[in-house]
């Protein structure tokens, strides 16, 4: 297992070990580096679909006002 050192506020510091007294700090230190690492997995593919969206938007042809209104309004009672 690897030993990681960062520096934080110290008002950080004493808040984050009267929430977690009793528990295994290194374990909630962990968790929550998971966490922030599949977050920012998230985010890198909610990037990289819109790019997709985007770039595949480019590509369609365009609908005039008309033609979307008439997609909008077809089959509607």
Not at 5 to 21: G, H, I, R
Not at 45 to 71: C, V
Request: aromatic share 4%.
């Amino acid at each position: 297992m690897a030993t990681v050192n960062f520096s934080v506020p110290d008002d950080l510091k004493d808040e984050f070990n009267a929430a977690f007294a009793a528990e295994n700090k290194s374990a909630i230190i962990a968790e929550l580096m998971r966490r922030a690492i599949a977050e920012r997995k998230r985010l890198r593919q909610r990037a990289s679909a819109i790019e997709a969206l985007l770039h595949l938007r480019q590509r369609m042809p365009s609908a005039t006002a008309g033609e979307i209104r008439k997609a909008r309004e077809a089959g509607r009672p």
